[in-house]
């Protein structure tokens, strides 16, 4: 819905995790393996559960690490095409996305510079933190789906030898597999 995406500002793409939304803009074009990697680093940022893990970190900063991150891994496992302009540092290749947040937090004026799929200034990762949905026992809340869909697909990806993945994302599907400290 182009006026969906005028209100909220999205300028290519977001995710509300809580809604289990993704907005894509329609208005704007992209071929389909753009798409595909617009897509896929939505659905990656929900799955990690970034909106969660900002803590007290500035949202938009953190959402700007993660991007670093996310669009790294997509492009060394070749999921579409990267459209022009998503944020993409090869120097912070194998970092986590906190480690990449403490980097450009040092470097304030290139904060400046940044834009998100929703837009300049603005983060991709909408809504507030995620929490059971419904009752207790009524059904699985987001954050035991989107572990389990994770680790199903790693075991999937392992055992049917489709090929490399990067050591961070690897890493972290498996920590979700652990409960917090």
């Given at each position: 819905?182009?006026?969906?995406?005028?209100?909220?500002?999205?300028?290519?793409?977001?995710?509300?995790?809580?809604?289990?939304?993704?907005?894509?803009?329609?208005?704007?074009?992209?071929?389909?393996?753009?798409?595909?990697?617009?897509?896929?680093?939505?659905?990656?940022?929900?799955?990690?559960?970034?909106?969660?893990?900002?803590?007290?970190?500035?949202?938009?900063?953190?959402?700007?690490?993660?991007?670093?991150?996310?669009n790294g891994w997509l492009e060394?496992?070749?999921?579409?095409?990267?459209?022009?302009?998503?944020?993409?540092?090869?120097?912070?290749?194998?970092?986590?996305?906190?480690?990449?947040?403490?980097?450009?937090?040092?470097?304030?004026?290139?904060?400046?510079?940044?834009?998100?799929?929703?837009?300049?200034?603005?983060?991709?990762?909408?809504?507030?933190?995620?929490?059971?949905v419904g009752a207790p026992g009524?059904?699985?809340?987001?954050?035991?789906?989107?572990?389990?869909?994770?680790?199903?697909?790693?075991?999937?990806?392992?055992?049917?030898?489709?090929?490399?993945?990067?050591?961070?994302?690897?890493?972290?599907?498996?920590?979700?597999?652990?409960?917090?400290?």
């Amino acid at each position: 819905d182009a006026e969906l995406a005028r209100a909220h500002g999205i300028s290519v793409a977001a995710v509300d995790a809580a809604a289990g939304e993704i907005d894509v803009n329609p208005l704007r074009r992209l071929d389909d393996e753009e798409w595909r990697f617009v897509l896929a680093h939505e659905m990656l940022h929900a799955a990690l559960r970034h909106g969660d893990r900002c803590g007290g970190r500035d949202p938009y900063l953190f959402n700007v690490a993660c991007d670093f991150v996310i669009n790294g891994w997509l492009e060394e496992m070749q999921v579409g095409t990267m459209p022009e302009g998503l944020l993409h540092d090869g120097q912070l290749a194998g970092l986590s996305a906190e480690e990449v947040y403490d980097r450009i937090a040092a470097d304030l004026r290139r904060l400046r510079r940044f834009s998100t799929l929703r837009g300049k200034g603005l983060g991709d990762i909408l809504g507030g933190p995620l929490g059971p949905v419904g009752a207790p026992g009524d059904c699985v809340d987001l954050d035991g789906f989107y572990r389990r869909g994770l680790a199903q697909g790693l075991d999937l990806h392992d055992r049917q030898g489709r090929g490399f993945l990067p050591g961070g994302l690897v890493e972290e599907i498996r920590a979700l597999s652990h409960p917090p400290v």
